[in-house]
């Protein structure tokens, strides 16, 4: 079987990515970081495949994207779209946010997270996940 997790040859790219976090990263991972969110294990800065997702729950193959203000414009939104749903193909389910939405009300971000987590927790592997980030 192909492997498709943190590919050695990201390794540079993911660790510059750690250290280089947006205000809105760093506030969620406040959140995500040791299990805090429903017992949980979430990634930072996780390699699925040639991609790298901000956040990553490998128990419930959660993928969580924040979108700041390089992801404004139709053609970003469109690349965007194309990357999801090349990683969808592993099972993967997304949840995004914009920055705005992190930074401007981080408490209601976590509890879409958390009902997301928890409707996940709940459902067989092939039920599909609640839409989320839509605040």
């Known amino acids: ?9 990201q390794k540079e790219k993911r660790q510059y990515l750690r250290t280089h976090m947006t205000k809105a990263e760093i506030t ?6 040791a299990k805090q969110l429903l017992g949980h ?3 930072r800065q996780h390699g699925i495949d040639e991609y790298v997702v901000d956040f990553y729950c490998p128990e419930l193959k959660l993928a969580i994207e924040l979108d700041g203000e390089s992801h404004i414009s139709e053609d ?3 690349n965007d ?3 999801q749903q090349h990683i969808e ?3 993967v389910r997304f ?4 920055d705005d939405e992190v930074l401007g009300n981080p408490d209601r971000v976590v509890k879409t997270i958390e009902d997301v987590v928890t409707g996940l927790s709940s459902t067989t592997p092939s039920s599909p996940p609640p839409r989320g980030g839509e605040l």
């Not at 969620?28 to 970081?33: C, S, V």
């Not at 949840?95 to 914009?98: D, G, I, K, V």
């Open 1 to 9: 079987m192909k492997k498709i997790f943190n590919l050695k040859r």
């Open 89 to 91: 193909r592993y099972g």
């Open 28 to 33: 969620l991972w406040h959140n995500l970081k």
């Open 95 to 98: 949840l995004r946010f914009t």
């Open 81 to 83: 779209l194309s990357r």
């Open 41 to 43: 294990k979430f990634r």
């Open 76 to 78: 970003a939104k469109l």
